[in-house]
Every structure is written in C-alpha cells, then in structure tokens.
C-alpha cells in the first residue's frame, strides 16, 4: 500500500493555466507539507496543514493556494502558471507537526514534476 | 529566519571510500533529522537525533549530533553504488522543520 501519493506524476502545461496537485496519505497522520525542489535540488517548504488548519505559510506566491478537505488530504491549486513554477512538488505527512523533542519523521510522496511552457 | 548550511554541495568519491557531510546551525536545535533522495526518487527518513552528543549508528552510517545541538554529521565508511544519491538534513527549532541543501554523493565503482 502506497502510504503517501500524489497525483499526477507528471504535469507539463503551458504558461497561464490553472492547475491542481492531488496528495493523499494513508497513514493517519494529523500533519501534511507541500515542497517545492527546484533544479538544484534545493528541498524548500511551501504550507503545512494539522488536522485542516494551515500551520505554516512560508512566501509564496498568493497564487498557489493549498486545500485540505480532510486531514488525510492535501491538495494544492496554481493560478496563473510561470515558467518559474518549473519543479518537482513534494508532499509529505507526519505524524505530529514539529515539536521540541518530538518525533515526526516526514514520509514524502513520490513527487509532481511539473514543466511549464 | 533559521538557516541551516549544509556541506559539501557534492562530493565524488571511489567506491571503498569513506564520506561525510556536515550541517551547521547559527542557533540551537530541538533535534535534526537525516534524509536520503535517490536519483529520481523521493526522499527517505533516515534517523532522528535528540540528544546533545548523540551518536547513532545503521550499518556503516554513523550519525552525530553536536554537544551544543548546532551541528551534526553523516559519515559513510567504505560507500558503495547504492550510497549515491543526495543526503539532507532537517532541522527543528521552535516548530518550524527547515532542510539543508543537500549533499549529493556519487560513487565511482
């Protein structure tokens, strides 16, 4: 069983469409993260959700708009694609969120690489 | 806000040799986190550390974390081709998880 997906796999569009992230944990988790990696493989930190509450939004574009319907899922929209928005996108899950000497190993889906064009 | 640098950036290295990298942190850390990225794969959790100057061991990886909970380490002895890839670490402060900038290993054989 896959613990956490993520769909589509790959998504290449043009520049100025609208398009969506599927990410979707079976794990039980309460904490679910968006990443972004770009070319260099730099891993960085876009939303975090507990239990549907946004915990962490770090500067990103108002045109990416995260939404957790549920705590088992976290989907994210992107308005207006740029050609800058080129990357691998990375969900991940924990169980907790970050905690002072807690565990919460994150557990990473098999990321989106998206190509816009 | 927090930074955590990590090195090196990349490191090439002959099968059988050792290898390491390093993270360092400005301020204090609740505890760091180890994660591995194959080529063209997702990164993977590796281990946790909590503890000023714990060390913990998987195999031939020995992963360290500093007496100031600043830095920490990863050291391979002896890699091998299934070391290659790109090594993060994660750091933890006041609830927020900030990753490294990886190191990528490869390895010739």
């Known amino acids: 069983d896959t613990a956490v997906s993520q769909t589509p796999k790959y998504l290449v569009t043009q520049m100025g469409n609208d398009k969506s992230i599927k990410c979707e944990q079976n794990?039980?988790?309460?904490?679910m993260y968006w990443y972004k990696q770009d070319s260099k493989k730099f891993l960085k930190i876009m939303f975090s959700?507990?239990?549907?509450?946004?915990?962490i939004n770090e500067t990103v574009p108002n045109r990416f708009s995260p939404k957790s319907p549920d705590k088992a899922h976290l989907n994210l929209h992107i308005n207006s694609l740029e050609l800058g928005d080129s990357a691998v996108y990375f969900c991940?899950?924990?169980?907790?969120?970050?905690?002072?000497?807690?565990?919460?190993?994150?557990?990473f889906g098999p990321g989106t690489r998206l190509t816009v064009t | 806000g927090q930074q955590v640098m990590q090195i090196p950036q990349y490191q090439h290295v002959q099968e059988g040799e050792d290898f390491t990298t390093y993270c360092n942190s400005s301020?204090?850390?609740?505890?760091i986190q180890w994660y591995k990225q194959r080529p063209g794969g997702h990164p993977v959790f590796l281990i946790q550390l909590v503890k000023s100057g714990e060390v913990k061991k998987q195999k031939r990886l020995t992963f360290q974390f500093g007496e100031a909970k600043k830095n920490s380490s990863l050291h391979i002895t002896a890699t091998q081709t299934t070391d290659v890839g790109t090594y993060f670490c994660?750091?933890?402060?006041?609830?927020?998880?900030?990753f490294g900038d990886g190191t990528t290993l490869t390895v010739k054989p």
């Open positions: 959700y507990n239990n549907k509450e946004l915990i």
């Open positions: 994660a750091a933890d402060n006041a609830g927020k998880s900030t």
């Open positions: 991940a899950s924990s169980q907790h969120p970050p905690l002072a000497g807690g565990p919460y190993e994150q557990y």
């Open positions: 794990l039980g988790h309460d904490t």
């Open positions: 301020t204090t850390l609740s505890n």
